[in-house]
């Protein structure tokens, strides 16, 4: 599974920007899909992830700013960002686990960057 993630840049405090992670190859395996962040000298984070069911689960941080969505029909994951703060700002990375045979897999994009002026 390839991921490819992009959408990042810089925005006010305040402002919105969406995160897109196109998915391609191994599809049918895949059972979750994930936004993680890392802030610079802070361990990386789950921010929101997005199961085969639509159930969606968000940190409690970004709950009710940030909104993950699957667009199934071209392979591309979400991440619409209102209302942004500057403790949002880090590299965004796109996230996915599936299982393929008896083995669990998780696949990473490269990151991409928000940062959040004040």
């Known amino acids: 599974v390839q991921l490819q993630a992009s959408g990042g840049g810089l925005v006010q405090a305040g402002g919105r920007l969406t995160l897109y992670c196109a998915y391609s190859?191994?599809?049918?395996?895949?059972?979750?899909l994930n936004w993680y962040r890392q802030a610079p000298d802070k361990q990386r984070e789950l921010v929101a992830s997005i199961d085969n069911d639509q159930n969606r689960k968000y940190l409690d941080s970004v709950k009710g700013r940030f909104t993950i969505s699957d667009d199934n029909a071209n392979h591309i994951l979400l991440l619409r960002m209102d209302n942004l703060k500057p403790e949002d700002t880090g590299l965004y990375y796109c996230?996915?686990?599936?299982?393929?045979?008896?083995?669990?897999?998780?696949?990473w994009g490269q990151g991409t960057l928000v940062t959040v002026s004040s």
């Open positions: 190859g191994a599809i049918s395996t895949l059972e979750q």
């Open positions: 996230n996915a686990e599936g299982v393929m045979g008896h083995s669990r897999h998780n696949y």
